[in-house]
């Protein structure tokens, strides 16, 4: 009989929930939250508040699209964590409810698991297309910033990451201080494609090993611009392009050092992205070129897979339940990732 698995994500803005039968894909709804735009950034009251609105109908329609009712379902996958706790709670008390009403097996999954495997989500009329392992995975997000090696579906090892804020993070928080907007990722994406990206300098953080630092450079961009409005006020407005352009080169240079740098040590060349910061368009055109020179085998996500979905959250829990396991019923979610 075929494996029927609900996907649950709820553990930042978005509520997701998505189904696939034996790795195929039959729907993947996602419910984005508007109301944190006028703050600049996820007020976590909120989002839980809109994550127990959403979640009922976004359940409903990701059953009704994918043409399952709840009694056909084989177990529920949820994201435990790491993320917001209100915001967890929410998914994780709804899986636990639903489980318990359908007398199925529920089953946890770390959040940045799905994003790892997100490239095992087959989709209906598509080619699949899949790494082999061991892969190697740079992980964006808002959260993180990590290159893993995933030896297997459930075996993988974090080979380096941030000491300080995630990349995400620099691409949110350098929006906000140049008036930009939020989220700051895709306003600096579509400026930089009209800029020059080799008309401004940042300082590169230098890191020893394949863990990364972002926290300098958004002091370094801090400085230009203040240096540079006290001689014109209007330099922002007038060079916001180009200053998009040259600080996303930035870190894009800084992911994709650290990332060469693991492949040639590892000697693996099956290289995957994954997170919100993969949507990024000059990081997955900079990610093609570079394994096209360097004999890589690249996979980049489509991208309602880059940022939060339950899709992924759905085929990293099927693996989980291929491996024979079940969680309590008694299972709290966790913020953190070392609580895991
Ligand atoms: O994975 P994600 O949706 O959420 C968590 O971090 O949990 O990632 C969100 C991050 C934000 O920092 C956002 O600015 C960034 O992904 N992002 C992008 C782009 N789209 C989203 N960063 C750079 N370029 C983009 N096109």
């Given at each position: ?314 085929i990293a829990g099927w693996f989980h339940y291929r491996a024979g396991e079940r969680t309590p019923l008694d299972v709290a979610p966790v913020s953190r990732m070392s609580d895991?």
């Amino acid at each position: 009989m075929a494996d029927i698995i609900l996907g649950i994500e709820s553990s930042c803005d978005d509520t997701s929930a998505a189904v696939i039968k034996d790795g195929w894909l039959l729907s993947n709804v996602i419910a984005s939250q508007d109301v944190h735009k006028a703050y600049g950034g996820v007020v976590p009251e909120l989002a839980s508040r809109a994550h127990e609105l959403n979640i009922v109908p976004v359940v409903s329609e990701a059953l009704s699209q994918a043409g399952v009712q709840a009694q056909d379902l084989t177990a529920i996958a949820f994201t435990r964590g790491p993320g917001l706790l209100g915001s967890l709670l929410v998914g994780t008390s709804f899986a636990k409810a639903m489980g318990l009403a359908l007398d199925i097996p529920i089953v946890m999954v770390n959040h940045l698991q799905g994003h790892l495997l997100a490239d095992f989500i087959r989709r209906p009329g598509e080619e699949v297309r899949e790494p082999s392992f061991p892969y190697l995975c740079l992980l964006v997000s808002g959260g993180n910033s990590q290159i893993v090696r995933v030896d297997g579906p459930l075996d993988y090892t974090i080979l380096g990451q941030t000491i300080d804020d995630a990349v995400g993070e620099a691409f949110d928080k350098c929006s906000k201080m140049m008036g930009l907007g939020y989220p700051g990722g895709p306003i600096i994406d579509r400026l930089a494609k009209q800029g020059n990206p080799l008309r401004f300098k940042f300082a590169k953080p230098h890191i020893p090993g394949l863990d990364y630092s972002f926290s300098g450079i958004k002091t370094s961009l801090l400085y230009f611009v203040r240096d540079e409005m006290a001689k014109d006020p209007g330099f922002m407005e007038n060079n916001k392009e180009d200053i998009c352009a040259s600080f996303q080169k930035t870190l894009i240079d800084i992911l994709m050092d650290k990332l060469i740098k693991a492949a040639k040590q590892t000697g693996i060349k099956d290289i995957t992205i994954g997170g919100g910061v993969s949507a990024n368009s000059g990081l997955r055109q900079r990610l093609v070129a570079e394994g096209a020179r360097r004999g890589w085998r690249t996979f980049l996500p489509p991208f309602k897979f880059t940022t939060d979905n339950a899709a992924m959250i759905a085929i990293a829990g099927w693996f989980h339940y291929r491996a024979g396991e079940r969680t309590p019923l008694d299972v709290a979610p966790v913020s953190r990732m070392s609580d895991f």
